[in-house]
């Protein structure tokens, strides 16, 4: 974003836009295959609860915010909708598919990338410094683990580490596998989207989760690696489009949608989840794993030092990467019949 800004990088790139299309998907399917539904349970009671409060908080942001800011936005007001749903309740990767879905113009696109990154990065220096500064003294349910058995921490470092390493050579006929399942799920969901009516996110999503249940597709160590590295890129992609003067070109309504948004989500998530006896640092992990995706989620727990909460953000995270996308379709179908 700094060197788009700069004039360093290009603001607009043929790279960016297949990492948006082609790439977002792939990265969406290699990630999602990792999901293991039996991994969501040990999330616990707690962090899931924290994290259907900080979706709630969202539906409630993006809908607040369309109802305020449709006379500025236009008639693409319901898109911009569902897209920050999405990307608020299962990080970036939802945005893009969902954008994709809607076809939403270049230019309210653009500026809506640069409102999502500049929000996701205050956000997270947020949520980084909330359980500090309204801990009470005594209250102790914010502190540190400092013991934890040898099998859990195992488990823990074995899915932390998944983003990033696959703790093993990959094997080329690994990739090739990999390549094979993301290319093919791609071409069945277009097809099911071509005869079914229904967007190719929502099939995709679903081939995926439903893929990732095949113990040889499971056992894919590499998976998760692969589909990061994309998202990497597209991030960086992201980053690069997110020239601030689309927001201005746009108008600052998008980014006030983005605020409404986010605000309204912290509001809820933390009164909410607050009042429910939720502690602060698991209502912070969960809103991270919401706005931002698994690997804030783990950023925050890891950042933070509440080791004890790293496996379930991440559970949670890939959670929102799973349901996201639906969320985000009904709330964009709602918002369209609402505002007409």
């Known amino acids: 974003m700094l060197l788009s ?11 960016y836009t297949a990492l948006s299309d082609t790439g977002v998907s792939l990265g969406l399917v290699f990630i999602l295959l ?3 539904l039996k991994s969501v349970l040990q999330a616990g009671p707690r962090m899931l609860a ?20 449709t006379r500025a936005i236009g008639p ?3 898109k911009l909708a569902g897209q920050y749903t999405g990307t608020y309740i299962g990080g970036g990767v939802n945005f893009a598919a969902l954008g994709k879905t809607f076809d939403t113009s270049s230019s309210l696109f653009s500026a809506a990338v640069a409102a999502d990154v500049v929000l996701t990065a205050v956000w997270l220096a947020a949520c980084l410094a909330v359980p500090l500064l309204l801990r009470r003294p005594s209250h102790d349910d914010d502190e540190i683990s400092s013991t934890f058995n040898p099998p859990y921490k195992d488990k823990l470092l074995t899915l932390e580490h998944k983003l990033y390493t696959s703790g093993r050579s990959v094997h080329i006929l690994e990739l090739a596998a990999l390549v094979s399942i993301g290319v093919g799920a791609l071409w069945l969901s277009e097809w099911l989207e071509l005869t079914s ?19 040889f597709i499971g056992e894919l160590r590499s998976s998760a690696l692969v589909g990061n590295y994309i998202i990497m890129l597209f991030l960086a992609g992201n980053g690069a489009q997110s020239v601030l003067a689309n927001i201005v070109e746009v108008g600052p309504s998008v980014l006030y949608f983005a605020m409404i948004t986010v605000g309204l989500h912290g509001l809820v998530i933390f009164g909410i989840g607050r009042l429910a006896g939720l502690d602060l640092a698991t209502l912070a992990i969960a809103s991270q794993a919401n706005v931002g995706g698994a690997a804030s989620a783990m950023a925050m ?3 933070r030092g509440y080791i004890d909460k790293l496996l379930p953000g991440i559970a949670v995270g890939l959670l929102g990467y799973a ?10 179908t709602l918002m369209r019949a609402w505002l007409g």
């Open 50 to 69: 924290a994290f259907a409060i900080g979706a709630l908080g969202t539906v409630v942001g993006t809908t607040t915010a369309s109802l305020l800011l």
């Open 301 to 303: 727990a890891g950042s």
């Open 323 to 332: 349901t996201g996308n639906y969320i985000g379709f009904g709330v964009a």
């Open 34 to 36: 990792s999901i293991n």
């Open 197 to 215: 009516g229904l967007p190719r996110v929502l099939w995709l999503t679903t081939l995926a989760i439903t893929a990732s249940q095949i113990r």
């Open 5 to 15: 800004n700069t004039g360093i990088l290009p603001g607009e790139s043929t790279t």
């Open 76 to 78: 693409e007001t319901w």
